[in-house]
């Protein structure tokens, strides 16, 4: 009996002339360094808003590693939160960081190198990814510089999302290991599959993460799938499910290759506003703000189809800042041609693309609120159109097929096929061309639906900024015109053989970049600046000089009505009742949500210090202490100190009830406090109890206590489960006092009460961690070790 020959990579015929990957990776390094010129090669940085709000996690957590203490909790934003848990700050856990970081010590470089390198990187995954599914060498070319220059993807790192940008450049990685394991069923693959998986865990992005086991589950489906209606399929039905399931096995190994960061996430996912809703999740309105309309569908080839941004923008969203979904005429065109072309791949990119369409329409379509009820885990993610990831990657790879097609026309080896691609690029051409003249010739008339549009989308939007929308509008739409006409005519040129295939992937490329890269400047030039609008030291004006200067030693808060949503204080380890975290306490939000912070009563329970405000105030207990260029400092007389003993406790269920009982409560807080379960406690009396902080870290809190009778001693910071208590030495419960706070009981007498942040979770995570990196290293030395003996190993039918 014949062995049948192992199954072959869907690739086309080699052309006449071709460049392997290296050289394909050599063109998009230097395509990053000219996109991002300024950031590479001229000393500049991003300096958004959004980049500077880790600041308040990074800088204190800093300052806490140099004194040994890893940083676990951060006490200055909100009334504190898990700094490790939420992803605030986790630093070196990430192992792809430690090379480069080493590399920098020896080696002066740009400070956002590490962007750079996964723009660089996830161009080059995306040009492998396509080349393992049938796209040439030129072809794979275009799909890297598609995908990783989308004003979307550029918007992600320029703006400050990091972890965002990293994430995504591993999933065209984990797509392209996923089907070579697929394919060959080596050990080695799985393994990467596996280690990449739990690298990008890692990273801290858990909804990219998401979406990219998604497209990886969605490509498996597909794949058996169509390999079930296509006979011709050579592997066992046995070998392809043990595949599948071996995709099972990979995801399992990479979540616990990053269980030291998955279990204390996931925990903490179920006390902040991402899983502590009602529904469990973040709630459906607010996880859908961020909706594609469908009638922004036109900003795929037209950014100022419904105003590019900013002012000018009239879309379903509350706001943006460019258009999500862009990725340009050029684009699209190229993926005509690979409509009619078959195979799994192809399947799965149509497929993707409709899918995640579907998904970023948000509130629009019943799609995702189905996902919502029924997905696991989908109910935590908010921003629907972040999904727009996946779509572009799936066009990216069809217009990567698509000139493929051309380049397969053009070569006499390959037998022609019924679907002309010369013949459909020659009619984008055509339309491309009626598109410019309608433009040129009629463009002006339009003028009046696209404002009245405007106008009636969007509510309060001014027919100053829909007339100038509409200008820029024109503009895009004779430019979509002048690039059809240019793909189609180069794509029928190449195809026709009066252009040579090399010249005319070349070509391509430059299209896809100008027509590109324009948008993308648009979106990094507000963002480009000099390193030092980075530096944290910017934001210490005469506010924070005066509170560094003047304010006690002992803890204490500020309310900056101004800066509500900022983490500026923070940096400079100022407790701010407000701050910013996408994943923020649902504790907190409660309390927000209740309007506490105008609230005396809460003032004064949650040692609100200092309140800084904008304009002049007139209450009684309030001092004005300075009024500088930033801000008038009011002091809070009624403020009570962080630490405070109390006599008194009433039980209430932990609910908006209790909330509102301190709010309008006649009794004064100072004496009195709420409890969500009765510790069956007699206290008091406790006239003259003191209470002093002898020591306030991240992740400990000392306090020592003195009092006449037993009582109860409250910290006025956030309870967490993982807080855990002693009174001289011996443990001890932590209550949860007035709704979001921490108390424990302490005896007649002197004692000192030591608060710790302990994670069970971190603990179990790191057996889980290493145990999973143990198989995963074993993984791969058996795939190099079979890879090994099959090269050294016998001919078939030796003697």
């Not at 290296?22 to 390094?29: D, E, F, N, S």
């Not at 609120?369 to 908010?382: C, T």
Request: charge should be positive.
């Amino acid at each position: 009996m014949t062995k049948k020959p192992a199954a072959s990579r869907p690739i086309s015929a080699r052309p006449a002339w071709s460049f392997d990957i290296r050289v394909v990776a050599a063109i998009l390094g230097l395509l990053t360094l000219a996109l991002f010129h300024e950031v590479a090669l001229e000393g500049m940085t991003f300096a958004s808003p959004d980049a500077n709000n880790p600041a308040g996690f990074v800088r204190p957590g800093e300052e806490a590693l140099k004194h040994g203490e890893y940083p676990l909790w951060n006490p200055y934003v909100f009334l504190g939160m898990p700094s490790f848990a939420s992803g605030g700050y986790n630093p070196y856990i990430y192992p792809p960081d430690w090379p480069l970081a080493l590399v920098e010590r020896v080696i002066p470089l740009p400070s956002l190198t590490w962007m750079l390198l996964y723009y660089f990187l996830g161009a080059c995954f995306a040009a492998l990814l396509a080349r393992e599914w049938g796209a040439r060498p030129g072809a794979a070319m275009i799909v890297g510089a598609l995908f990783a220059f989308t004003p979307n993807l550029v918007a992600v790192g320029s703006h400050g999302h990091g972890s965002q940008l990293v994430d995504s450049a591993y999933l065209p990685l984990l797509l392209w290991l996923a089907s070579r394991w697929l394919r060959r069923g080596s050990l080695r693959d799985l393994g990467w599959l596996a280690l990449a998986g739990g690298f990008q865990m890692l990273r801290g992005h858990a909804q990219i993460v998401f979406y990219t086991w998604m497209a990886v589950g969605l490509y498996l489906l597909v794949d058996l799938a169509v390999s079930f209606v296509r006979a011709q399929d050579e592997r066992p039905l046995t070998t392809r499910l043990l595949r599948a399931a071996g995709i099972g096995a990979a995801m399992l190994l990479a979540f616990g290759l990053a269980g030291f960061y998955n279990l204390p996430l996931r925990d903490y996912a179920q006390y902040s506003i991402r899983g502590g809703g009602v529904d469990g999740g973040v709630g459906m309105q607010y996880a859908t703000f961020w909706s594609l309309a469908p009638y922004e569908l036109g900003t795929f080839v037209i950014p100022h189809a419904v105003g590019f941004g900013g002012a000018t923008y009239w879309g379903g969203m509350p706001f943006t800042d460019y258009p999500n979904a862009f990725i340009g005429v050029v684009a699209l065109a190229l993926c005509l041609p690979a409509l009619f072309v078959g195979g799994a791949p192809r399947v799965f990119a149509l497929v993707l693309a409709l899918f995640s369409l579907f998904v970023a329409f948000g509130s629009n379509t019943p799609v995702y609120g189905l996902l919502y009820q029924h997905l696991p885990l989908f109910n935590k993610f908010r921003v629907p159109v972040m999904i727009v990831l996946l779509t572009h990657l799936a066009v990216a790879l069809a217009a990567g097929w698509g000139w493929t097609r051309v380049l397969e026309e053009r070569d006499a080896s390959v037998a022609p096929r019924r679907f002309d691609a010369s013949r459909v690029l020659l009619a984008v051409a055509l339309i491309g061309a009626l598109v410019l003249v309608a433009a040129i010739a009629t463009g002006e008339g339009w003028r009046t639906s696209y404002v009245a549009d405007a106008l009636r989308l969007k509510q309060r939007f001014q027919a100053d900024a829909a007339n100038y929308a509409f200008q820029l509008y024109l503009g895009d739409v004779k430019r979509l015109g002048l690039f059809a006409i240019l793909v189609g005519l180069l794509g029928w040129a190449v195809a026709r053989r009066r252009v040579p295939a090399l010249l005319g992937s070349f070509a391509m490329l430059l299209l896809v970049c100008f027509e590109v890269w324009p948008v993308d400047r648009a979106v990094m030039t507000p963002v480009i600046g000099m390193p030092a609008m980075n530096d944290p030291e910017t934001g210490r004006d005469d506010v924070v000089r005066w509170l560094e200067s003047n304010a006690p030693a002992d803890p204490y808060r500020i309310l900056p009505y101004s800066e509500y949503q900022s983490n500026r204080f923070a940096t400079f380890k100022i407790a701010s009742l407000g701050g910013y975290h996408a994943a923020k306490p649902r504790a907190f939000q409660d309390l927000i949500e209740r309007d506490i912070h105008n609230n005396l009563n809460w003032q004064r329970l949650l040692n609100i210090r200092y309140i800084v405000v904008g304009t002049i105030l007139d209450s009684p207990g309030l001092v004005e202490r300075i009024r500088g260029q930033s801000g008038i400092v009011y002091e809070n007389l009624f403020a009570l100190p962080r630490a405070t003993v109390v006599g008194r406790y009433r039980v209430a269920p932990v609910d908006t009830a209790m909330i509102d009982s301190i709010s309008y409560s006649i009794d004064d807080v100072a004496n009195l406090t709420w409890l969500d379960r009765d510790p069956g406690l007699t206290l008091g009396p406790v006239e003259g109890a003191t209470a002093k902080i002898a020591n306030y870290g991240l992740n400990r809190v000392t306090v020592d206590v003195e009092t006449p009778g037993p009582a109860l001693l409250r910290l006025a910071d956030a309870w967490y489960p993982d807080w855990v208590a002693t009174v001289d030495g011996r443990p001890t419960a932590v209550l949860r006092a007035d709704y979001a706070l921490r108390a424990v009981e302490v005896p007649a007498g002197k004692h000192r009460v030591e608060f710790r942040f302990e994670s069970k979770s971190v603990r179990l995570g790191l057996t889980l961690s290493f145990v999973s990196l143990t198989v995963i290293l074993l993984l791969l030395l058996a795939g190099f070790w079979t890879a090994r003996r099959r090269r050294t190993g016998p001919e078939p039918g030796a003697a």
